[in-house]
Every structure is written in C-alpha cells, then in structure tokens.
C-alpha cells in the first residue's frame, strides 16, 4: 500500500524546517512520479504558508546542461519560493538552517503584470518589470545531495534560499551576459547567461507554461528565478559568495555560522 503523499509532504517539510538529511522518498516509494513529487512539494509548502509564510515567487531548476550533469537529471523542473528564504543583499544566511548548501549564478525577473500558459518570449518579456543578477541556495535535504527527479521536485527543487541584486531595465538584452562567482574574492564558477535554456527568457516562458498546468500563474510582484548559469559551488559557513553579471552588476552575501 502507498503511502499518502500528505505524509512524505510532512517528511520533506520537517526536513528543510530543521535541516536535516533524510532518505531519498524514492528508495523507499519507488512508485512516485513527477506529478506525485509536484503534488508533494505544493502540500510541504503549504505547510509553510500556514506557519505564516508568503509566496513571493517561483525557481526554475536544472536550466543548463551543467546542472542537469551535476545531479544526473535531465529535465527542466520549478520550485517555489516564500519570504522567509529570502536572503538580503549583501547580508548574512544562517549555515544551521541548510544540510550542505550550495550556491548558483542566476538571473530574476519581476513581474509588472500576471503571466500563464504558453506563451512567446515577447509575450513574457511584455509582463516583466525588472530584471536583476541574483544568486540561489540550494540545499537537497537528500542524503549525500542525491535524488532521483521524483525526489528533487518533491523538495521543492532543491530551493532554500535567494539573494536579489538591484534591479534594471527589462530591455536588457539577456541572451548572453557573463557571470562570475566567487567564494572569498575567488573566482570559482565562470559561465553565460546563454547556459540557461540558451537564454534565460526561455526559462521564464517555461515557468509561464509549466505553473499553469498545476492551476498557478506567475502573479505581479512575484519574482521569478530563471536558473543557474554554472555548476553549483559548496558553501561551506564563514564564505563570502558574490556573483557578476556583465551589464546587470553583482549581488553577494555571506554564509554564516
């Protein structure tokens, strides 16, 4: 008999709540699929909604073939992000709150206008107010960081935290700015926005249409987190993580203990 996805929704909630690493769902339930990990993760997240918690926006996960070789999947997938993961610029995260973070080069859009569905990359670009360099914590409360892509979904796609830097025009061109990460002033990642789907619109019009198969749509105000351009980098506590993104600026903050 299965077990009731409410349960493994508990499982993976309490999990990322108290930072601790867990068994990965699919050993033990190696009957989930994709739509069972996206139905666990929505449940796990409204546990957090009514912990008190806001949605304030959406991630897209393994968007460069780097990242889909990092954890040996191969397939575009979201997440979703609430107030409570977001780190200010330039501020502190709290080590204690991850199992073994990790830190990716990314790009954010802000919406100006509600977004759904298929739509073009000149349709999605028309809702977007800003668009700003940003970095993602990612942190799989998976054992030894792996998972199959059940797992991964059902854990929020891996999302834990997220720093935004200034915003800019949305006439930006974005299909191929360079970004560097560095951990303590130290290059570490080296990449182009080009690594996300070929450009990171493209990851927007994705998120548009794969949020609307499970009834959401990217709402005004909310941000929206195109994907990492590199591999993701350790971050171990008392790391300074910066990124650079060519004609957009940097963002950085530091893992603390």
């Known amino acids: 008999m299965s077990t009731p996805l409410a349960t493994l929704a508990e499982t993976v909630d309490e999990a990322a709540r108290t930072a601790t690493a867990i068994p990965q769902l699919s050993i033990d339930h190696p009957y989930l699929g994709v739509d069972d990990g996206y139905a666990i993760q929505a449940l796990s997240v409204a546990r957090r909604l009514a912990r008190g918690e806001r949605r304030v926006g959406v991630k897209m996960g393994l968007t460069s073939r780097a990242k889909m070789v990092q954890v040996g999947v191969d397939e575009v997938i979201w997440g979703r992000l609430t107030d409570a993961m977001r780190v200010e610029e330039g501020g502190e995260a709290s080590f204690a709150r991850y199992v073994h973070p990790r830190v990716e080069p990314e790009i954010a859009f802000l919406m100006a206008d509600d977004l759904s569905g298929n739509v073009s990359p000149a349709e999605a670009m028309s809702a977007v107010e800003a668009v700003a360099p940003a970095l993602e914590i990612i942190d799989s409360r998976y054992r030894d960081f792996k998972f199959s892509l059940p797992d991964v979904v059902a854990d929020n796609s891996s999302s834990s935290g997220f720093v935004v830097g200034n915003w800019r025009d949305p006439e930006t061109d974005l299909s191929n700015l360079g970004m560097i990460l560095e951990a303590n002033g130290r290059p570490v990642q080296m990449g182009s926005s080009a690594a996300i789907l070929g450009d990171p619109v493209r990851a927007l019009v994705a998120a548009a249409r794969m949020v609307a198969r499970w009834g959401e749509k990217l709402e005004a105000g909310m941000i929206v987190l195109a994907g990492a ?29």
């Open 229 to 257: 351009a590199t591999a993701a980098h350790p971050t171990p506590a008392g790391t300074h993580m910066r990124v650079t993104v060519q004609d957009l600026g940097a963002v950085s903050f530091t893992m603390a203990e």
